[in-house]
Structure formats: C-alpha cells, structure tokens
C-alpha cells in the first residue's frame, strides 16, 4: 500500500508562512486527487485543499487566498504554501489519498499520513 509522509510543519509566528510536504511512497501508478485535511484540537477533521492529478485546485473557504496547494507528479509530492498564518490555522495537518491506482486492476483507498503539527502562536 502507498505510505504518506508530511514534513515541514512548526511553530510559527501570526502572518508567517510554512510550507508542508507530503511524500509518497511504495509502487503505485497514479496518485490521483490528493488532500490536505486538518484537525484542530477538539474539533472534526476538516478539508482544506485537494488537488487533481491534472492540476485543479479546491480550497476550503477559511484559507483561500492564504494556502496553495500544489503538486510534483515526478517527485510523487503534493505541497501545502500556507502564507498570513493565523492561530486559527493551529493543528495537526494530514494528507489524504483518497484513491490510488497501483495497476490496471489493482487500487488502494482512503491512505493517510501521520500527520504534521502546526502552531501558529506569537
């Protein structure tokens, strides 16, 4: 099955920017739609942005115009721009996989990565 790994999360101050990371590994043809999602303590995990494996682009509401999502298909990683951070934005991101195709017949589902946590405190 495919393994996620995020990278690039912290702490980081109001107005500041990070950039995540999600790798993927292990045999697999096509990644598909991929997902950045993120859950705050105490609150159900939420998407934030997805992305085709033609480029289109989604964006929950509370962080259009403030996050980017983009991806590298020869690198098999989806990254996450997240600029003008504010507290709110504080929690652990995951990327998501909904779909993956490994071959003609074979497909993995619903692959998630650990997690990364962000913090945006002054």
């Known amino acids: 099955q495919v393994q996620l790994v995020e990278s690039g999360g912290g702490l980081v101050q109001p107005g500041g920017s990070l950039r995540l990371s999600c790798a993927a590994s292990?045999?697999?043809?096509?990644?598909?739609?991929m997902e950045w999602y993120r859950q705050a303590p105490g609150k159900q995990r939420e998407l934030v942005a997805d992305i085709t494996s033609g480029g289109s682009t989604n964006y929950a509401d509370s962080v259009k115009g403030r996050f980017t999502i983009s991806r590298d298909n020869a690198k098999n990683t989806v990254y996450l721009v997240m600029n003008s951070l504010k507290p709110e934005d504080t929690a652990v991101y995951y990327c998501?996989?909904?779909?993956?195709?490994?071959?003609?017949?074979?497909?993995?589902?619903?692959?998630w990565g650990q997690g990364t946590q962000v913090t945006v405190s002054s």
């Open positions: 998501h996989a909904p779909i993956v195709t490994r071959d003609l017949f074979r497909y993995d589902y619903d692959c």
């Open positions: 292990g045999t697999f043809f096509s990644l598909n739609t």
